[in-house]
C-alpha cells in the first residue's frame, strides 16, 4: 500500500525556516518523480514545486522561488521542503503527492499524504 | 503563466448529472485530470489523461477535453459526490490547478 507521510508543521514567526519531510513507503521512491501542492485555509490548491527521480531537476512556483528549496534522500524514502523567509501567506496545510507522467503533457497525482499545517504568524 | 479557470459551485439533484468545467488556452492540446477534495480530506485523484479512471473510482465520473474546455461529468450523482473538484494540467514544467469548484448536491 502506497503511504506518503508528511510532518514538521509547526507555527512560526515571520522571516523563519521550516524543514518539512514526507516518507514514502509502499512503492520504489526512487523512480517517481514528487511534487509539493499547499492548501491556504479556505482556499484551493496550490502548486509549490517538484523534483525529478534523481533530484537533477527541480522546479519552483514563482510565489516561493528563491525561498523554498525541494530535496530528496533516496535511501531514506524521504522528500524534503526547506522553506526560508517565511511569510503569512505561507500559510498552508502542505501535501506531498507522487507524480505520474506521461507523454509530453500528461502529468498527474496520482497518491497524497495527510498534509501537514504550517502557519506563519507573529 | 497558464491558466485554468474553474466556475466558484455547482449544484446538482441527486440522481441527475453534473458536469464540471474547466477552461484554459488551448487546453484541448494538454491532459487535463481532476482531483476531489472533502472537507478535512486530502485530493483524491478522480480522472487523469483527460477521462481515465483510477482504480477504485466509479464508473459515473468521466471526463473529456476539447478545444478550450475540459469537464468533468458525474452521472446519477449521489450525496457522497458533494465536494470540491479541482482540474490540473502540466504547462512549461509548472503545475496549474484551476481555482476550484464547489458541487452542492441538493
Known amino acids: 500500500e502506497v503511504q506518503l507521510v508528511e510532518s514538521g508543521g509547526v507555527l512560526v514567526q515571520p522571516g523563519g525556516s521550516l524543514r518539512l519531510s514526507c516518507v514514502a513507503s509502499g512503492f520504489t521512491f526512487s523512480t517517481y518523480w514528487m511534487n509539493w501542492v499547499r492548501q491556504a485555509p479556505g482556499k484551493g490548491l496550490e502548486w509549490v514545486a517538484n523534483?525529478?527521480?534523481?533530484?537533477?531537476?527541480?522546479y519552483y512556483a514563482d510565489s516561493v522561488k528563491g525561498r523554498f528549496t525541494i530535496s530528496r534522500d533516496d535511501a531514506k524514502n524521504a522528500l524534503n521542503l526547506q522553506m526560508n523567509s517565511l511569510r503569512a501567506e505561507d500559510t498552508a496545510v502542505y501535501f506531498c503527492?507522487?507524480?505520474?507522467?506521461?507523454?509530453?503533457?500528461?502529468?498527474?497525482?496520482?497518491?497524497w499524504g495527510q498534509g501537514t499545517l504550517v502557519t506563519v504568524s507573529s | 503563466s497558464y491558466e485554468l479557470t474553474q466556475a466558484p459551485s455547482v449544484s446538482v439533484s441527486p440522481g441527475q448529472t453534473a458536469s464540471i468545467t474547466c477552461s484554459g488556452n488551448r487546453l484541448g492540446s494538454k491532459y487535463v485530470c481532476w482531483y476531489q477534495q472533502k472537507p478535512g480530506q486530502s485530493p483524491v485523484l478522480v480522472i487523469y489523461e483527460d477521462k481515465m479512471r483510477p482504480s477504485g473510482i466509479p464508473e459515473r465520473f468521466s471526463g473529456s477535453n476539447s478545444g478550450n474546455t475540459a469537464t468533468l461529468t458525474i452521472s446519477g450523482t449521489q450525496a457522497l459526490d458533494e465536494a470540491d473538484y479541482f482540474c490540473q494540467a502540466w504547462d512549461s514544467n509548472t503545475v496549474v490547478f484551476g481555482g476550484g469548484t464547489k458541487l452542492t448536491v441538493l
Open positions: 523534483i525529478k527521480q534523481d533530484g537533477s531537476q527541480t
Open positions: 503527492a507522487r507524480v505520474i507522467r506521461s507523454g509530453n503533457t500528461g502529468y498527474h497525482l496520482d497518491y
